[in-house]
Nanobody
Framework: QLQLVESGGGLVQPGGSLKLSCTAS???????VGWFRQAPGKEREGVSS????????NHADSVQGRFTILRDNARNTVYLQMNSLKPEDTGIYYC????????????????????WGQGTQVTVSS
């Protein structure tokens, strides 16, 4: 069973930056990883994802150009660098992993992910 732990959330002012980390309990080279978020009163949405080898990334239009997803397989960790944060980026951010995707696929589809972290709160407010 793969376990995931998110960290790095917090309170930041609009225009600021945060870097989230998703650390796995073991080797994760065969897993694609996605970041999802859930804002108050809204459904969870896929934000960014990265293929298992890191060759492909996929971002939602709302974060394109502001968020970067990176992975360090030697540390079993995937990062989400969030810049130019907006109040609408507020929510609980979850990372998820799956080994059901081809190595070149980065998906933001929730149903394709089997392992989930507990989430970390991100609040963008002045």
């Amino acid at each position: 069973q793969l376990q995931l732990v998110e960290s790095g959330g917090g309170l930041v002012q609009p225009g600021g930056s945060l870097k989230l980390s998703c650390t796995a309990s073991r080797f994760m080279d065969d897993y694609a990883v996605g970041w999802f978020r859930q804002a108050p009163g809204k459904e969870r949405e896929g934000v960014s994802s990265i293929s298992s080898r890191g060759y492909k990334t996929n971002h939602a239009d709302s974060v394109q150009g502001r968020f970067t997803i990176l992975r360090d397989n030697a540390r079993n960790t995937v990062y989400l660098q969030m810049n130019s944060l907006k109040p609408e980026d507020t929510g609980i951010y979850y990372c998820a992993a799956t080994d059901r995707l081809a190595t070149w696929v980065a998906s933001r589809t929730e149903s394709e992910y089997d392992y989930w972290g507990q989430g970390t709160q991100v609040t963008v407010s002045s």
